[in-house]
Each structure stands twice: as structure tokens, then as C-alpha cells.
């Protein structure tokens, strides 16, 4: 039997400014990792979101970032192994109030963005985020890129990894991301993203923008919030995983 988690990143509205329809999206995915105001998202806005995911039993996840509310955590910054765990300490503690005030559970965290691309290739910064991790709580897992040092900076840390992969996104010939400056970065044909959701589970492999077939290993797949028509896109790879008979559960 199959099974797989649906994630999403969720809650990057703040003040007047409106990203993604979270309402509608959760109730289609069974994790989401929710902004905690670095990139995107706000007090109000973290509230909300996590109170829609208890309400929808959605596992619920702290999404941390660079410091970059203007480039939406999307440009690497130049910070020490401290200043990167304190920053994801900081953050899991924002959300992690909301989530326990409301009786709810941190399930895990998501770097989001710059640092999650660092992460999977930088092991002084993969190795910062599972500290911060382990010295709040270790049973909270770390959400991160298939094949990535993300994996092993948890193992040697002692705290629990699941490997995400993306449903929209094109991957390069090392199971990386291709960066969003490029053409191709980000696919929005339905059928192939359905495709290629179904092989990713079944085969545990994904064509790279080379055309080059690579390994992945989902536990969880991520489907963009912010991007238009999420919630098609999510619909569109339910019915996908059901008449291929693939178990949509919590990792």
C-alpha cells in the first residue's frame, strides 16, 4: 500500500496584503507549515491559520525563514551557525504559543525559501536548524528536500526527518530546485504535475529540466499556496493519488 502526506505552505498574508486562499486549501491537504511572520504571515494571520488547521485536523508545521519580509525569504543572507538557530528558535516559539494556546500540537518544522535551499546544501545551516529543533523539542520532525544535508543533519542530531517533494517545481540533475529566475522553474500544466506526483510515489523518481531521470524518496508532497490555482491543483492530485489507489494520510 501507499501512502503520502499533502502539504502546504499557508499563512504568508499580512496586514493588507491577502497570498493564497487558505480556507479553501486546507481542508484538501493533512499538513500545512504556517509563516511565522519572517517572510510572510502575522500574529493575526498565525492565529487564524492555526485554528483553521485544528479545526480541519490538519497537522500543523512552523514554516521559518531568513529575515525577509520584502523579498518574501527568498534571497540568501550571510548569518553564523548562532544567528540561524536563534533566528528558528525564535520562530518555532511564535508559533508554537498559538498552537498550544489553542490545544493544539507542533507537529514539525519547514525551512521556507533562501533557507531551505541553503539547508540542503550547506551542513553548517542544516545542523543550525536541527539544533534549534532538538533544544525546544525532538519529537517535532524536520520537513525538508529528499536527498538533501538536511537528512543527515537530523540524524546526527537525534530528531525525526520526512522528505518533501514538490509538485510544481522542476528539480535540476542533483534533486535541487531549479531557482525561480529561470524558465520551466515552476509548472502549472494539471496533467503533468499529476504525472508526475504518481511517479514520484510509485517509482521514487522525477525527470529533471535536463531530462534526466533522479531519485526521490517523498514522505510529504508540497503544493504552493501562493500559487494561482492551488486549490485545483490540489483537487487535481487527490483524484490522482485515489484512482491510483495511493493512501493520502499524515506523514
Known amino acids: 500500500m ?8 499557508l499563512g504568508e498574508s499580512f496586514g493588507r496584503y491577502t497570498l493564497g486562499n487558505d480556507e479553501r486549501l486546507i481542508p484538501l491537504i493533512t499538513s500545512c507549515n504556517i509563516a511565522c511572520g519572517f517572510h510572510g504571515g502575522d500574529p493575526i494571520v498565525m492565529e487564524k491559520t492555526v485554528k483553521i ?26 548569518m553564523t551557525e548562532e544567528e540561524i538557530k536563534a533566528l528558528v528558535k525564535y520562530q518555532i516559539g511564535a508559533l508554537w504559543g498559538f498552537v498550544h494556546s489553542l490545544g493544539g500540537k507542533l507537529n514539525h518544522v ?24 532538538k533544544e525546544i523539542d525532538d519529537n517535532i ?7 538533501s544535508l538536511m537528512k543527515d543533519a537530523a ?23 531549479v531557482d525561480r529566475k529561470i524558465k520551466g522553474s ?26 534526466k ?16 490555482g492551488a486549490e485545483e491543483f490540489a483537487l487535481s ?6 484512482k491510483e489507489g495511493i493512501e493520502i494520510k499524515p506523514f
Open 186 to 211: 515552476v509548472i502549472h500544466d494539471m496533467n503533468l504535475i499529476s504525472d508526475r506526483v504518481v511517479r514520484m510515489i510509485k517509482e521514487n523518481k522525477v525527470i529533471s529540466i535536463d531530462s
Open 155 to 177: 540524524e546526527e542530531a537525534g530528531i525525526h526527518f520526512k522528505s518533501e517533494v514538490f509538485a510544481d517545481r522542476a528539480y535540476n540533475n542533483d534533486g535541487s530546485l
Open 110 to 133: 519547514k525551512p521556507h525559501g533562501a533557507l531551505y535551499n541553503v539547508a540542503a546544501k550547506d551542513m553548517n545551516t542544516a545542523r543550525a536548524i536541527c539544533k534549534a529543533i
Open 141 to 147: 520532525t524536520l520537513l525538508g528536500l529528499s536527498g
Open 237 to 242: 492530485i487527490r483524484e490522482a493519488l485515489e
Open 2 to 9: 501507499y501512502r503520502i502526506d499533502l502539504n502546504s505552505d
Open 213 to 228: 531521470d533522479i531519485d526521490v524518496y517523498p514522505d510529504s508532497i508540497c503544493i504552493h499556496g501562493d500559487t494561482e
Open 53 to 78: 488547521a485544528i479545526e480541519n485536523d490538519v497537522q500543523i508545521g512552523a514554516h521559518v525563514s531568513y529575515p525577509d519580509l520584502q523579498g518574501f525569504g527568498r534571497r540568501k543572507i550571510d
